[in-house]
């Protein structure tokens, strides 16, 4: 189930974030529930607004750790143009990365850009072919949600065939549109029906995407497991997804293993632990890893200030 | 003097904001020394993550209170467009308040969006004749910096015309643009040459912004005083400037008390006290009024666990 306090909570991103930002982007005001009962609001109604610190962002994305969100105040902006969808296949990873950096320098905000692997690609084929050739060893799928979308779309697949794209396939209806965007939807249900899976969440600077999904190729054959990586590459937030086979001991330990490997790997390509799906439980060891020592030292000093006897979410989010 | 820190530590805005969003929108990491001497770096170099609590934020418009900030990291964006700029004359506010209404609700994105009053106006006539008629009650100043600038500036026309406006100028190159946006640059300067003077920063709610501008007439009205409303009409970001003469006790005295019953004025139209100029020393009794009791303990027990020994722009933003 995903609620508007959950996507709240944990500042939850998604497909359209290279345009639109992160849930923070939208939220003006909250609610909330303190610790010690107390009820406040803050934030405000108006877009813009300085007055004091801005505790709505404190709040958002604290996965609870902080106070319950029990109300939020949102921007809305109008719906969106009828979009153009861009599919391109690219021969290897390196003809993608070049993709990725000309279309983040041209000047276009597409509002989906997103990257599958070689390894996403297969499953997907296995699952419900939708005829991706087997010299395919990357694709980025792109839309353009702006007035001017059959422009930019058509700009997309020229710095696609620049990059030298094997083929690049461009919506004219909403029904190609979405027809494109279905190898999308499929990846992580086709990985998931390879085998266990643990699904990763980094972030690394746009530049670094293709040195990330290459660590993962070597991560994945040091330890005999299937990778697959898929994500949003307009934000270099990437979804290493392991596949193993949870009644194998050996299996989970090189997966557990991979998983964390992984997750280094990011911090090393100057990157984040975690680029929207949060710190939890399953990263609870990580968020030190990540933050300077002072950052954590403040961490700990604002969960001391804001719920002293760890009422809330105990053990989740924040180091202990 | 305009420097990156400044407008990091008061969260700057400006006239690009109904398109940009604020300072704070572009702060990716920061390098912060803290009351104790320690020096931290908060966020990352990425442009998603939601690793932790997002101090980057706590810092950013917490106009020296908490640290200093010796370093930022910012997000950069491609060169936008060349503008088309339109200039919409009104007979009066209600046909300027329908524009800003139908203009926001059009899905048009415009890059400036700016508001002038009648006051304003005649200010401005009065320093260099731009050759605004006597019966312009107010002006509209929009800019679009799409790629589909000229169709969203023929757009914007439209709805100015069909919001009954007087007359409506649109550009046709560079200089034409720079030409039309000549007014808002005169707006502080005229309004400066006609005594002493004392600008406000008010934010509300974009439906109430002519229920803002009527109010503080009444206020000028009132009070014997000129008071010229010039700003953000796309964000709700006013500058009521309140001119007076600074030999006259009597109108000293008339001049903060119109300031203050604005700033009131803002908060019972359901504003903030300060959309981007911050709260300052001019502001520091009024962060309290907008906060709720709770929201300022919170602002206190932050204040309190940063910078116990209060050392840091002591008096300044935070209430005390």
């Known amino acids: 189930m995903c609620t508007i306090g959950g996507n709240v909570a944990t500042n939850a991103g998604g497909m359209c974030c290279v345009k639109y930002g992160v849930t923070a982007n939208y939220v003006l005001g909250l609610e909330v529930v303190l610790a010690d009962g107390r009820v406040t609001r803050v934030g405000r109604n108006t877009v813009k607004g300085v007055a004091g610190l801005d505790l709505t962002r404190l709040f958002v994305g604290s996965e609870g750790a902080l106070g319950v969100i029990t109300e939020v105040t949102l921007r809305l902006v109008p719906s969106p143009a009828e979009p153009r969808t861009v599919l391109a296949t690219f021969a290897d990873l390196q003809g993608a990365g070049s993709a990725v950096e000309a279309i983040s320098r041209a000047g276009i905000t597409p509002s989906i850009f997103e990257f599958l692997d070689r390894t996403t690609i297969g499953a997907i084929e296995a699952l419900s072919p939708l005829g991706f050739e087997s010299n395919v060893g990357a694709v980025l799928l792109l839309q353009s949600d702006d007035k001017a979308a059959k422009e930019d779309a058509a700009a997309l697949v020229a710095l696609c065939e620049e990059a030298g794209a094997l083929d690049v396939a461009v919506s004219d209806d909403a029904d190609e549109s979405h027809a494109l965007l279905e190898a999308r939807r499929l990846a992580l249900p086709a990985l998931e029906r390879l085998g266990d899976w ?14 990330l999904v290459r660590l993962v190729e070597r991560i994945a054959d ?34 557990r293993r991979a998983f964390d490997r992984i997750t280094s790997a990011a911090l090393e390509l100057g990157g984040t632990v975690t680029g929207e799906h949060g710190i939890g439980r399953l990263k609870s060891s990580w968020l030190t890893r990540e933050l300077d020592p002072v950052a954590s030292d403040l961490h700990a ?13 105990p053990g989740v989010a924040l180091p202990r």
């Not at 643990?198 to 670094?208: F, G, I, S």
């Not at 590459?233 to 090189?254: C, E, K, L, W, Y």
């Not at 000093?301 to 979410?313: E, R, S, V």
């Open 198 to 211: 643990l699904l990763d969440d980094v972030c690394v600077p746009r530049a670094r995407i293709v040195d």
């Open 222 to 255: 040091d330890e005999g497991l299937k990778i697959g990586v898929f994500g949003h590459a307009g934000d270099g937030n990437m979804h290493p997804t392991v596949i193993f086979d949870g009644a194998d001991q050996g299996a989970r330990r090189a997966a």
């Open 301 to 313: 000093l604002l969960k001391q200030a804001f719920d002293p006897k760890a009422l809330l979410n």
